[in-house]
């Protein structure tokens, strides 16, 4: 009997897929305390008897959080309900002094929303505000058993998280992780999370089940914890797709866990039996009164609401950008927001987008650095791109200035009066460089006479070179047909 192949035995299952997204809010301090959210400080210097939680401290909640929880529900179309409550998760853990956990339960800031990905609705269950735990640093080695020791820095304890929930809507890792970046691209737009998975303020939960296709019951879930790259992400539900498959065609049962992702192997390893909502016994905060969201203050948090991506989207559209350059514009802030400054001054925005996204994007890749961090300002941008588009300069004479106004800034008309760059536009003077290629390559002259019409490419070529790139393209073209087509003439 044949044996089914992995994408034959996949035909037969449809995966489920929900997302628990953990953001960090961009506050100053943190969420109940007023030490500082901070990265990257010397261990344990960000802490205060509030975030050690000693006895008899009471948390102060902070409206920043707040204001930044009711922001995020409004770009992901979010009802803000007038009352929420925060409540005592508790479990154990190392990094987290107090033994319990303050979050939100049954009454969530932020319920009933969605994104749009592709055309298909992706929606949000809830977004709740909660504290963050410290850290465990792994220090040591005992061999194949990793580190001997741990040691734990309590600096992002009581940091702000928001966590956001979506629906089992998704039915792929490509959707996943289009999904990630999208909910990613809104948190820094709207200016409530810098989006830095490496540093792990952005993190991901990831349910995953498989069903039999036209089963309508979900298949049992396993949960693969702290999932923090779009690459990851992808990478770990395709492998746990496979796994679950596998038992499910095995005879077996999928056991309702919480996984860990191994990026260097490749593959999840059991960490414990998943706990449902009572394993926490959930209780409402003592120390905290529920908060009233008045809809004068969700109307004032509205009113700063920024473009969001989608509507950036479709302007950059509406400029004549595909919609892949578009997508690839607004997944970089920076230089979405120093491309806008340039062409609201008047830069092409086409030419613009091309000089941005290749030999600027090239530049900074290399250099390993933002785009604030060049010499590059939008005002000599717009003064640059406007001299390619007016043809004071060829196309090849503005890749060249624009590194030299990415290292050491300047007017890119001075370079190019100081450099002597300008486009040569003078007919006798391109005359002159024409009859010099041609008097130069008689055997070319002759074949392209002779119906090798590809060869005028090589003309223009050589007398770019003649003339270091400065010849008016137009004028080029004209004179040296007629030189060629007539040479009599």
Known sequence: MAVDTIDELRKKYEVVIGLEVHAQLKTKSKIFACDSTQFGSEQNTHVSPITLGMPG????????????????????NCTIPEYCKFDRKQYFYPDLPKGYQISQYDKPICVNGYIDIDGK????????????????????SSGI???SYSLVDLNR???????????????????????????????????????????GSMRCDANISVRPKGQKEFGTRAEIKNVNSFRALQRAIEYEIDRQIDIVEAGEKVVQETRLWDDNQGITKSMRG???AHDYRYFPE??????????????????TMPELPAQRRQRYVSYGLSPYDANVLVEQKDIALFYDKAVNLGADAKIANNFLMKEVAAYLKEEKISIEQTKLSPESFQELINMVTSGAI??????????????????????????????????GALKSAVENVINSNPQQVEAYRGGKDKLFGFFVGQVMKETKGRANPQLLNKLLKEALDNPNG
């Open 286 to 303: 003592p120390d905290l009164m529920p908060l009233h969201i008045s809809k004068e203050w969700v109307d004032k948090i509205a009113a």
């Open 121 to 140: 609705r992706i929606g949000i269950t809830r977004a709740h505000l909660e504290e963050d735990a410290g850290k465990l640093v792994h220090m040591g």
């Open 145 to 147: 058993a990793g580190s």
């Open 394 to 427: 060829s196309n090849n004479i503005g890749k060249q200035i624009i590194i030299t106004l990415l290292k050491e800034g300047g007017s890119a008309k001075e370079i190019v009066e100081k450099q002597g760059l300008s486009v040569i536009s003078d007919e």
């Open 157 to 199: 304890a009581g940091t702000p998280l928001l966590e956001i929930v979506s629906e089992p809507d998704m039915r792929s890792s490509d959707e996943a992780k289009a999904y990630m970046e999208e909910l990613r691209n809104i948190l820094v737009y709207i200016g409530v999370c810098d989006g830095n998975l490496e540093e």
């Open 274 to 276: 998943k706990e449902d």
């Open 57 to 76: 401290v009471l948390p102060v909640l902070n409206k920043e959080v707040v204001n930044m929880g009711i922001l995020t529900g409004l770009a992901l």
